[in-house]
Nanobody, 112 residues
Framework: HVQLVESGGGSVQAGGSLRLSCAAS????????MSWFRQAPGKEREGIAV????????YYADFVKGRFTISQDNAKNWLYLQMDSLRTEDTGVYYC??????WGQGTQVTVS
């Protein structure tokens, strides 16, 4: 039984940086990937970045390429999202997910 808890959200000015963390408990090795999603007010949830747990390949949505970096620790207990050059349109609730089926509760990011 995997549980995910996000942290690290907050308010930041445009151009600034934040680092989101996702603590994973349980057997995350059963999932072939971990990912970050976000949901802006009035919009649908959208995928941001994916990292494969079997090798570490990463994939990014075009609108975050070059600005965001997804990573995980070797023990697969933590998932991270380094967000640089933040824009106002990056505002939203950010979620981590295991295999697109287990979700955290989300953490708010506000860019002004």
């Amino acid at each position: 039984h995997v549980q995910l808890v996000e942290s690290g959200g907050g308010s930041v000015q445009a151009g600034g940086s934040l680092r989101l963390s996702c603590a994973a408990s349980g057997y995350t090795y059963s999932f072939n990937c971990m990912s970050w999603f976000r949901q802006a007010p009035g919009k649908e949830r959208e995928g941001i970045a994916v990292i494969r747990t079997d090798g570490g390949s990463t994939y990014y949505a075009d609108f975050v390429k070059g600005r965001f970096t997804i990573s995980q620790d070797n023990a697969k207990n933590w998932l991270y999202l380094q967000m640089d050059s933040l824009r106002t349109e990056d505002t939203g609730v950010y979620y981590c997910a295991a295999g697109f089926s287990v979700w955290g509760q989300g953490t708010q990011v506000t860019v002004s």
